[in-house]
């Protein structure tokens, strides 16, 4: 009886020693668990986030870290922890937040409602916009939380005076590419000064700023005062560039004439380098958009557009913008477009940054565009 008792304390001993073991083996392996350790972990997954001390400057976070992550480190670990269930170490000055693997987003969204109400008689104002929108991370980022997007992209709008038509736009555009399921930011990027509008060149700048912050493989470039009134027309890139705006209310709800690339367009990465991006002297209205979809066809690409109603789009009605007359020159332009196009577009783009302002809802980009030559 005796030598029962003693056989049987033993084993129980035995057991405890081996789960004090394996206990020990895991406190030690997650305490000194560092970047790399996680990466192969991981396997390249994009919602990998490692953060330890080292990172951290005085002032915040280093800027390879800010541009990957777009917000502070207590409000990034605050979010992770509670939308996606992740493992912390427990000596979080160590090395220490991994997001569990997640899925690629769904095609199309399952969020996606269709038609949507657009109208323009009541007055928006940012902080309401900000209330609806709690998931947005500073400068007007967004990613999914429960999967990895199949993009990432920048959405540029050339802008200058235009206050309440971004009031409008942004309303409606954060909901709608959130339930598009995109990793997305919003940059605006105004042009300084009372010199003649150039629009395509704002957007070659906000595609060479907006990839300084992220590594954007989509970019969609939309004026400031167009809507989409469904949202299954994504706002992301496809196998040949995209004009998004179809049919707006403005031309009746139909395509003005089969070359028309305006409104709201967009463009992969590859794609826009094929191009040598927009053309820089376009100075005022018209022209630009021709000359584009000229750069398009002669790079062996064709236009995609989506469905005519799934296309449909309101436009803010106003008058025409002072400094934003007529171009006089762009028929003269468009026909040189062949000939001119490996010379004046991405590659020979000048400009200053006037300042860089990160609002809740977007990135605001002042920039000094010059004056025509």
């Known amino acids: 009886m005796v030598l029962g008792t003693d056989a049987e304390m033993l084993k129980n001993l035995f057991c405890c020693v081996i789960l004090l073991g394996v206990f020990s083996f895991s406190v030690y392996f997650w305490y000194h668990l560092n970047y790399s350790n996680v990466t192969d972990l991981i396997k390249g997954y994009k919602d990998l986030l490692y953060i330890s001390k080292d990172n951290r400057s005085e002032d915040g976070l280093k800027s390879d870290v800010y541009s990957h992550v777009h917000i502070d480190l207590d409000l990034w670990k605050t979010r992770i922890l509670k939308e996606n269930n992740v493992t912390t170490a427990t000596n979080i000055s160590k090395a220490t937040l991994v997001t569990k693997a997640l899925n690629k987003c769904p095609d199309p969204s399952p969020f996606l409602v269709g038609p949507t109400r657009v109208e ?73 000064g009372e010199n003649t509008f150039n629009r395509a060149k704002l957007m070659n700048i906000g595609y060479n700023e907006a990839l300084k912050e992220y590594d954007y493989d989509c970019f969609v470039f939309s004026d400031v005062d167009i809507i989409p009134m469904d949202d299954r027309n994504t706002y992301r890139c496809f196998s040949q560039p995209r004009h998004l705006s179809v049919s707006m209310d403005k031309f009746g709800f139909r395509l003005p004439y089969d070359q028309y690339f305006g409104g709201v367009s967009s463009l992969s990465k590859e794609q826009f380098l094929k191009i040598n991006g927009f053309p820089n002297n376009y100075w005022g209205w018209g022209g630009e958009d021709d000359d584009i979809f000229k750069r398009v066809s002669s790079r062996g690409m064709s236009i995609s557009r989506p469905d005519g109603e799934i296309g449909k789009c309101r436009m803010i009605r106003h008058d025409r913008d002072k400094l934003n007359d007529p171009n006089p020159q762009r028929f003269d332009r468009i026909l040189r477009t062949r000939h001119t196009m490996d010379s004046d577009g991405i590659n020979s783009l000048k400009y200053d940054v006037v300042k860089v302002e990160k609002d809740a809802l977007f990135t605001n980009i002042t920039v000094d565009v010059g004056t025509p030559s």
């Open 120 to 192: 323009f008689s009541t007055p928006v104002s940012l902080d309401t916009v900000i209330k609806e929108n709690p998931h947005l991370q500073f400068g007007g980022h967004y990613k999914p939380g429960n999967c990895i997007a199949l993009q990432k992209v920048a959405v540029i709008i050339p802008f200058r005076n235009r206050d309440e038509h971004l009031r409008f736009w942004l309303h409606y555009l954060h909901p709608i590419l959130q339930r598009q399921q995109l990793d997305y930011g919003i940059y605006v990027i105004q042009q300084h």
